[in-house]
């Protein structure tokens, strides 16, 4: 099965960033967003109070490849209106993660019950938003046709630290050809919004990863004989961040539950 196969399986309100984020608001839907609404920019979420938002922000400037940061909120309001009309942070994501003191305490479909006053919202570019450009360009993507969540690994590649904010960079991967990771290499420097360029291919422990058939983070794909493993940049990194930062909370996507926005993935800015 071929991922044009797989999203012509999609459900209609699938195809469209604003279908996806009505079916989650209603909770209606708290799945992997992989494939959906191809062509729009999925994104990673953090929130944090106020009073942190500083350094994490200066966290997302210093490490814009795991961290690149797409849209911002206005303390205590949950819209994006820089990446949607209509978007709610606190019920338009399939599924959230929450964290008190480094902790993770729950995983929940509609974080309304705990917004805050002071909360900021972070939204960070995507590697699920490259996967359409990927596919434009011949390459399948193998997770996308596996049903499966991308895989995760905390890598040995450290941040940047800014504050209390630091630690291991978290890298998807996908496998390719030598010749299908150069073509991948190409698409993806193009799309600095959506993590840019791969920063690893070939030899998993170069980067600290002992096993890449047994990831940090979603689930384990094929890798056949021929591919490498390409790793990119991901942001589940600041889920690690937390770990080791400790903020009394903080809300995150749950891995593969993204936000979609209304912004094409070749549109997406850094800011």
């Given at each position: 099965?071929?991922?044009?196969?797989?999203?012509?399986?999609?459900?209609?309100?699938a195809?469209?960033?604003?279908?996806?984020?009505?079916?989650?608001?209603?909770?209606?839907?708290?799945?992997?967003?992989?494939?959906?609404?191809?062509?729009?920019?999925q994104?990673?979420?953090?929130?944090?109070?106020?009073s942190?938002?500083?350094?994490?922000?200066?966290?997302?400037?210093?490490?814009?490849?795991?961290?690149?940061?797409?849209?911002?909120?206005?303390?205590?309001?949950?819209?994006?209106?820089?990446?949607?009309?209509?978007?709610?942070?606190?019920?338009?994501?399939?599924?959230?993660?929450?964290?008190?003191?480094?902790?993770?305490?729950?995983e929940?479909?509609?974080?309304?019950?705990?917004?805050?006053?002071?909360?900021?919202?972070?939204?960070?570019?995507?590697?699920?938003?490259?996967?359409?450009?990927?596919?434009?360009?011949?390459?399948?993507?193998?997770?996308?046709?596996?049903?499966?969540i991308?895989?995760?690994?905390?890598?040995?590649?450290?941040?940047?630290?800014?504050?209390?904010?630091?630690g291991?960079?978290v890298?998807?991967?996908?496998?390719?050809?030598?010749?299908?990771?150069?073509?991948?290499?190409?698409?993806?420097?193009?799309?600095?919004g959506?993590?840019?360029?791969?920063?690893?291919m070939?030899?998993?422990?170069?980067?600290?990863?002992?096993?890449?058939?047994?990831?940090?983070?979603?689930?384990?794909?094929?890798?056949?004989?021929?591919?490498?493993?390409?790793?990119?940049?991901?942001?589940?990194?600041?889920?690690?961040?937390?770990?080791?930062?400790?903020?009394?909370?903080?809300?995150?996507?749950?891995?593969?539950?993204?936000?979609?926005?209304?912004?094409?993935?070749?549109?997406?800015?850094?800011?």
């Amino acid at each position: 099965m071929t991922s044009t196969d797989t999203q012509s399986q999609l459900p209609p309100w699938a195809a469209t960033p604003a279908g996806v984020r009505s079916q989650a608001r209603q909770g209606l839907f708290n799945g992997n967003t992989s494939g959906m609404a191809p062509g729009y920019g999925q994104s990673n979420l953090v929130i944090l109070p106020k009073s942190w938002a500083e350094d994490f922000y200066g966290y997302c400037q210093a490490n814009p490849t795991p961290c690149p940061l797409i849209g911002m909120t206005q303390p205590g309001d949950p819209a994006v209106p820089m990446l949607g009309t209509d978007i709610d942070l606190r019920t338009d994501l399939p599924r959230y993660r929450v964290w008190r003191d480094g902790q993770l305490v729950d995983e929940i479909d509609d974080v309304s019950s705990l917004w805050q006053d002071d909360f900021v919202g972070f939204v960070l570019g995507c590697s699920l938003s490259f996967e359409y450009a990927l596919e434009q360009a011949g390459l399948r993507v193998r997770h996308v046709d596996e049903g499966k969540i991308v895989p995760m690994y905390h890598s040995s590649i450290q941040t940047r630290r800014v504050g209390a904010f630091h630690g291991p960079m978290v890298v998807s991967m996908r496998p390719y050809t030598p010749e299908e990771a150069r073509i991948a290499y190409e698409v993806c420097a193009r799309l600095p919004g959506a993590h840019g360029a791969p920063i690893h291919m070939g030899n998993p422990a170069e980067i600290g990863i002992a096993d890449v058939h047994h990831p940090d983070e979603g689930e384990p794909t094929d890798i056949l004989p021929g591919e490498v493993p390409v790793f990119w940049g991901c942001g589940v990194t600041p889920q690690a961040a937390a770990l080791l930062a400790k903020p009394p909370i903080l809300i995150t996507h749950a891995p593969g539950h993204m936000l979609i926005g209304d912004v094409p993935v070749e549109h997406l800015r850094l800011i």
